[in-house]
């Protein structure tokens, strides 16, 4: 069997193009508040935005001096997410932390 002339195939002469765009970026902060424990600013920061110890500390610091600090940068599903965990995880410990985003 042969190949139809191409005037007769049904995709003749039509080029699909497809254009994927990146997703927004968001930038969610912790917020300084003064009954949050540092300790436990740390433990949400290792537990929910998977910093290691050190950098968790070292962001803490930064929401203690400055009155907030990066987290993390997600798309929007993950960042609301995260954000939702935290306030849970804050809550069930007796505290007030919150988080909030930001589009980068």
Same mark, same amino acid.
């Given at each position: ?5 191409? #005037? ?5 002469? /039509? %080029? ?7 997703? =927004?970026?968001?930038?969610?902060? !912790? ?15 290792? #537990? ?5 110890? /050190? %950098? ?7 929401? =203690?001096?400055?009155?907030?600090? !990066? ?34």
């Amino acid at each position: 069997m042969t190949e139809p002339y191409p #005037e007769q195939r049904d995709d003749a002469g /039509v %080029e699909e193009r497809t254009r994927t765009r990146k997703p =927004h970026l968001y930038r969610v902060y !912790l917020l300084n508040d003064d009954y949050t424990t540092m300790d436990f600013v740390v433990q949400v920061l290792v #537990e929910i935005f998977h910093k290691n110890p /050190v %950098e968790a500390t070292a962001i803490m610091l930064h929401v =203690h001096k400055q009155g907030r600090g !990066l987290a993390g940068v997600y798309e929007r599903q993950i960042a609301e997410a995260k954000i939702a965990a935290a306030h849970t995880k804050a809550r069930a410990g007796g505290f007030p932390l919150k988080c909030t985003m930001e589009k980068e």
